[in-house]
């Protein structure tokens, strides 16, 4: 149970759909909102500001990826795609324009409340910013960051890392799961990006790897998408 009352806004056109989860949704305590067009959505997001938008991407009007668009220019809200198609390439272009996860139909309620509860656990634990992160420390699955050691354990062990891998390792830990180009990497993580290359991202990657290793040979968090980057998962 979300310990206040969170507000939830469910965008989804089938009503035996919407049905659902707004039962589910209610039922764990959110304060649930429904709509059933694009743009309805978007004006609800200006005007109430959600917590969190479930949105499904085949709507009557205009789909769920351009109401996604259109709320990131203003908000933060989190959002969770839901789809009727399979696949990777669903996924990787939600989450570049901005949506956190996605779930494909058909689904189970409980499975959507636990990625919603997981989404709003992650993006309420933002990451600190430079100034403000002594003695901070982000967890995530078996990973620890001690962000003003520059130190990142794995379960108690530390992984010694350089700068660009603990860099990369604080990028992941902040959006588990969001596949990041090699170029947003550099971008996030290079003080000059423009110095560094897809293979000085490859290669600290292949560092950083082999580094959690060295304590878990099975262990493998980070995930290649081939063409595309890398993505980071904590629970393998
Ligand atoms: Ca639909």
Same mark, same amino acid.
């Given at each position: 149970?979300?310990?206040?009352?969170?507000?939830?806004?469910?965008?989804? =056109? &089938?009503?035996? %759909? +919407?049905?659902?989860? %707004?039962? @589910?949704?209610?039922?764990?305590?959110?304060?649930?909102?429904?709509?059933?067009?694009?743009?309805? +959505?978007?004006?609800?997001?200006?005007?109430?500001?959600?917590?969190?938008?479930?949105?499904? %991407?085949?709507?009557?009007?205009?789909?769920?990826?351009?109401?996604?668009?259109?709320?990131?220019?203003?908000? &933060?809200?989190?959002?969770?795609?839901?789809?009727?198609?399979?696949?990777?390439?669903?996924?990787?272009?939600?989450?570049?324009?901005?949506? /956190?996860?996605?779930?494909?139909?058909?689904?189970?309620?409980?499975?959507?409340? @636990?990625?919603?509860? +997981?989404?709003?656990?992650?993006?309420?634990?933002?990451?600190?910013?430079?100034?403000?992160?002594?003695?901070?420390?982000?967890?995530?699955?078996?990973?620890?960051?001690?962000?003003?050691?520059?130190?990142?354990?794995?379960? =108690?062990?530390?992984? /010694?890392? @350089?700068?660009?891998?603990?860099?990369?390792?604080?990028?992941?830990?902040?959006?588990?799961?969001?596949?990041?180009?090699?170029?947003?990497?550099?971008?996030?993580?290079?003080?000059?990006? /423009?110095? +560094?290359?897809?293979?000085?991202? /490859? @290669?600290?990657?292949?560092?950083?790897?082999?580094?959690?290793?060295?304590?878990?040979?099975?262990? &493998?968090? %980070?995930?290649?998408?081939?063409?595309?980057?890398?993505?980071?998962?904590?629970?393998?």
């Amino acid at each position: 149970m979300p310990s206040k009352k969170l507000s939830v806004l469910i965008v989804e =056109d &089938e009503p035996a %759909i +919407a049905e659902t989860l %707004i039962y @589910a949704l209610e039922s764990e305590g959110y304060q649930v909102a429904h709509v059933g067009t694009g743009a309805e +959505a978007i004006e609800h997001v200006e005007t109430h500001v959600p917590h969190f938008v479930v949105l499904d %991407i085949g709507l009557p009007d205009i789909t769920g990826f351009e109401v996604c668009r259109e709320i990131r220019k203003t908000a &933060e809200v989190p959002i969770l795609f839901l789809t009727a198609r399979e696949g990777e390439i669903d996924r990787v272009v939600g989450l570049e324009i901005g949506g /956190d996860d996605y779930v494909v139909k058909p689904f189970s309620p409980r499975e959507l409340t @636990a990625r919603i509860q +997981a989404i709003l656990r992650r993006t309420q634990r933002k990451l600190p910013s430079r100034e403000n992160s002594e003695g901070e420390t982000i967890l995530s699955g078996r990973l620890s960051l001690l962000l003003d050691r520059y130190e990142a354990r794995l379960d =108690d062990k530390n992984l /010694d890392l @350089a700068r660009y891998e603990f860099g990369m390792l604080k990028v992941f830990l902040a959006h588990p799961g969001r596949v990041y180009t090699r170029d947003q990497l550099m971008e996030l993580v290079w003080d000059e990006p /423009d110095s +560094a290359s897809d293979r000085t991202v /490859d @290669a600290h990657i292949k560092t950083l790897r082999k580094k959690i290793h060295e304590v878990d040979e099975s262990f &493998e968090p %980070i995930r290649t998408h081939r063409g595309i980057g890398y993505s980071f998962h904590a629970e393998v």
